[in-house]
């Protein structure tokens, strides 16, 4: 069965800083991993998705990475700005499986 | 493009009242799922469908019922709603096949008294 962990579980930054947030996951075999955000009282917005074929994905100041053979993906956020400020899960679609989320990271942005 | 729509967003309910959450999406996708969010416990899945006329249970199905008549829509129902079901209710959907895209509705924020 597959497992996820993100690691921090919290992390606190001042404005501008690079930054990266990390997910593992215990089983290689995946369709694909995404990024989500989820704001406080509010539902989760995708941020970025990666297929098992794919080492990473770029979105404006984010960059996705996905290592399989390693069970990681690596979220970076260049020139944090307090309106990232939120919390930041992964989630792996697995053979056979559905997604499975992480517990995620809460991202706190300093101006 | 709505997405994916859920209603109601609230609802205070009285225990061994019932009532049915109405999840909506525009996107023609295949699967459509409802999770659960609980502080400390991450997001649970709780049914899905993999397409119209399937439901299958996920991961904490007891209490709750689901139906999807018809493709853009995934009703889950409490039938008689206990305290243990107070929770954050999230509607997602994807095409089928693994490779799709989640994408998810606001959330529907559930008091059961």
């Known amino acids: 069965k597959q497992e996820v962990t993100q690691i921090p579980a919290a992390l606190s930054v001042p404005e501008g800083e690079n930054l990266v947030l990390n997910c593992s996951f215990t089983?290689?075999?995946?369709?694909?991993l995404q990024w989500f955000r989820q704001d406080p009282g509010k539902g989760l917005t995708s941020l970025l998705l990666i297929q098992s074929s794919q080492r990473e994905q770029t979105s404006g100041r984010l960059n996705a990475s996905l290592d399989k053979s390693s069970g990681r993906s690596t979220l970076y956020i260049a020139a944090s700005q307090p309106g990232d400020s939120a919390t930041y899960l992964c989630?792996?679609?697995?053979?056979?499986?559905?997604?499975?989320f992480g517990p995620g990271t809460r991202l706190s942005v300093l101006p | 493009n709505a997405g994916v729509t859920q209603t109601p967003k609230f609802r205070v309910l009285k225990t061994g009242q019932s009532m049915t959450l109405l999840c909506a999406q525009d996107m023609n996708h295949e699967y459509m799922y409802w999770y659960r969010q609980d502080p400390g416990m991450g997001l649970r899945l709780i049914h899905y469908?993999?397409?119209?006329?399937?439901?299958a249970k996920g991961e904490v199905p007891d209490g709750y019922n689901v139906s999807r008549l018809k493709k853009q829509n995934f009703l889950l129902g409490l039938e008689s709603a206990a305290p243990s079901q107070t929770s954050v209710y999230f509607c997602a959907s994807s095409y089928g096949g693994g490779s799709g895209e989640l994408f998810f509705g606001e959330g529907s924020r559930l008091t059961v008294l």
């Open positions: 989630a792996v679609r697995s053979y056979g499986q559905n997604f499975v």
């Open positions: 469908s993999v397409g119209e006329g399937t439901t």
């Open positions: 089983d290689s075999a995946i369709y694909n």
